[in-house]
């Protein structure tokens, strides 16, 4: 009986624990599952279906691959607002980013008699007050509008060497603006004249990397043209311009256009200048072209509104009337037409004329006849002040019967030889023609305007010059005294600097050796001294030593830059030709210094002043004691 009484309460007992634990565990499944829901439910609201949610008896796991960190935090926060959030576990990954890309370094420098601004973004690696203070000698004021910002990131390929050519380029152009980018550099400029900017242009061309993509949009004023001259004529020789010349590039084309029209081939050339005397003048010369191809023959002259039309000894008369008739009436107004039909001369009745022959040595003969002996001297006289008082043989006769205009004419025709590299100037009682070979593309029209404007509108004369660009100025290489000049220019802008106490070129001056190099390529085998200076400091024999070292230094780097070092030297003068007062740290930093000299047949063996005088200097003495050290240590 009693243990019939404890079993029972033993049954009861494990019957209530085996309810209990039926109960919790259900109790548990049912938490889980209605936060498991509640959480899926509230993340899949808020658009997060990327998110994995298991619950784990009390706790709530997230997992997934977050987006960004914020989207995790946010998941985070909607899974707290709906279990506690010390319940919530967060397992989740954020998705990897890419690196956020650099920005696009730019600059722009401008240039103007104002001064230099210069705005933009450039790398933080870039020595910002090095260019600065460039920039500041240049315009000569210590004070630049620097607008420039700076990115801590990497400076991309090909921006250092865009910068340095930039910099150096606008030393060089006083009214300029220069955009920079990473291996390209746009420059926009004003030229004085068409010459200029061709010098430009080959100079800028010359001195840009390889590597480097350059933009030149160099302008240049029109040229004024008085008279406004055009000259067209067909001969034995074929259709030829003589002088072209247009009021717009739309006139030109037509222009040119009807010369083509007329026979012309190969290319002419006409200037577009300033100074025509109608808005027709287009209209006005291709008519007058169209008449000389009628006529079979002959030439048209344009000075200003005048025109001149001249046929062929022995072309037909009713054929010369009809031209002519039909030319005068259809011309634009303000035009005035001369036509003239030469008579057929005697071929075996010789005129009496003058002429003057220029050599491609530069040699003068004058030759034929003068009309009076004041003439003649006149006319040797101006020869000697043109092409120099060794150069003009005179041998030409008297005749007193040649015309009044004579002198005038010799007189002129010489001022036309003077626009020819070489060639011939005859003079006729009836014409004045003229024939050779120049480097200015625009001789032909210059000559014409001058005969023009010399001989009156009417007079007859032939020009028959060729442009050769081997005789070209502009185009040829420069000369020696223009190198010396150029690599000046260079080295004032950056200076060519050496470690302390050493013979190796510091990393800052190896652009500054690039553009030296580059001016070389063109310059060819120029006899050149590279000279090396010291200061003071020091003893003498030392510093005698490290300039001859620095000097080679210098060689040996054009060397490696594939320049034509043969007719180089390279020589240390030591402390020798101190170009300021060692007294002073600026005097003792001017004086420590590279140069370059041409050697010239009157060279002496210690070295002048030069036209580098102003060179950025660089260099100091290497120290042999302890005592001077310290002083070299700073240079």
């Known amino acids: 009986m009693r243990l019939s009484a404890v079993l029972t309460v033993t049954l009861t007992f494990v019957a209530a624990a085996v309810v209990s634990l039926v109960a919790a565990n ?89 001064g230099i601004s210069i705005i933009g973004l450039i790398p933080a690696s870039t020595d910002r007050a090095a260019a600065i203070d460039r920039f500041a ?4 004021a210590p004070d ?20 340095g050519f930039a910099i150096n380029a606008i030393a060089q152009l006083p009214r300029a603006k220069a955009s920079i980018e990473a291996g390209r550099v746009s420059i926009t400029a004003i030229a004085d004249s068409g010459a200029a900017k061709a010098s430009m242009e080959a100079k800028l061309k010359r001195a840009a990397p390889p590597s480097l993509k350059l933009v030149l949009d160099i302008a240049a004023p029109r040229p004024v043209i008085t008279p406004f001259t055009l000259r067209f004529q067909i001969d034995d020789d074929g259709p030829r311009f003589d002088a072209c010349s247009a009021d ?46 009628r006529l079979e023959g002959g030439s048209v002259t344009f000075a200003d509104a005048d025109i001149t039309l001249v046929a062929l000894p022995g072309t037909d008369q009713s054929l010369f009337d009809r031209v002519v008739g039909e030319l005068e009436t259809s011309l634009p107004d303000v035009f005035a037409l001369r036509a003239e039909l030469p008579k057929v001369e005697d071929p075996d009745a010789g005129p009496p004329e003058f002429t003057a022959t220029l050599s491609p040595e530069g040699q003068v003969q004058l030759r034929g006849r003068v009309s009076n002996d004041a003439l003649r001297e006149l006319a040797a006289s101006y020869a000697k002040a043109r092409f120099g008082s060794d150069k003009v043989y005179m041998a030409a006769r008297l005749d007193e019967n040649l015309p009044d205009a004579w002198g005038p004419r010799v007189l002129t025709g010489l001022e036309a030889l003077a626009n020819l590299s070489n060639g011939a100037v005859r003079i006729t009682p009836d014409s004045l023609s003229i024939s050779g070979n120049t480097g200015n593309p625009d001789a032909s029209t210059e000559i014409a305007s001058l005969l023009a404007d010399k001989l009156g509108e009417g007079a007859a004369y032939d020009i028959a010059v060729q442009y050769q660009e081997k005789l070209d100025p502009v185009l040829g290489l420069p000369t020696p005294d223009e190198c010396e000049a150029e690599i000046g220019e260079v080295v004032k802008v950056a200076k060519i600097n050496f470690e302390p106490g050493s013979a190796t070129i510091d990393a800052s001056a190896l652009g500054t050796m690039d553009d030296i190099a580059e001016i070389l390529k063109q310059c060819g ?3 050149l001294e590279i000279q090396g200076y010291t200061d003071s400091q020091g003893r003498e024999t030392m510093n005698q030593a490290l300039s001859q070292s620095r000097a080679e230094s210098v060689l040996n780097e054009l060397r490696a830059r594939r320049v034509l070092t043969g007719s180089f030297t390279a020589k240390g003068y030591g402390e020798d030709s101190p170009v300021a007062s060692n007294q002073t740290e ?20 210690a070295p002048t002043e030069t036209t580098l ?20 240590e700073q240079n």
């Open 26 to 114: 259900f109790s548990v499944k049912l938490i889980e599952e209605t936060s498991e829901i509640g959480v899926r439910d509230a993340l899949d609201n808020q658009g997060m279906t990327w998110a994995e949610v298991q619950a784990n008896g009390l706790q709530v796991t997230l997992a997934g691959i977050a987006p960004t960190e914020a989207v995790r935090f946010r998941a985070l926060t909607t899974a707290g607002s709906i279990v506690d959030a010390a319940r919530v576990i967060d397992d989740m990954a954020v998705e990897a980013q890419a690196a956020i890309a650099p920005p696009r370094f730019s600059a722009e420098v401008l240039r103007n008699d104002s």
């Open 137 to 140: 000698r240049m315009a000569g």
């Open 144 to 163: 630049v509008a620097d607008l420039l910002e700076q990115a801590d990131y990497p400076a991309p390929a090909g921006w250092d060497e865009a910068l």
């Open 248 to 293: 717009t590039d739309a006139a030109r084309i037509r222009i040119l256009a009807a010369g083509t029209r007329a026979g012309l081939t190969g290319t002419a050339r006409c200037t577009v200048g300033m100074g025509v005397p109608s808005p027709n003048w287009a209209e006005a010369v291709t008519q007058g072209i169209d008449a000389v191809v």
């Open 525 to 527: 085998a120029i006899p």
């Open 586 to 605: 600026e005097g003792r930093e001017a004086n420590r210094r590279i140069e370059f000299k041409l050697i010239r047949p009157d060279t002496v063996v």
């Open 613 to 632: 005088e102003s060179i950025a200097r660089s260099g100091d003495t290497e120290p042999d004691e302890a005592q001077e050290s310290a002083n070299d």
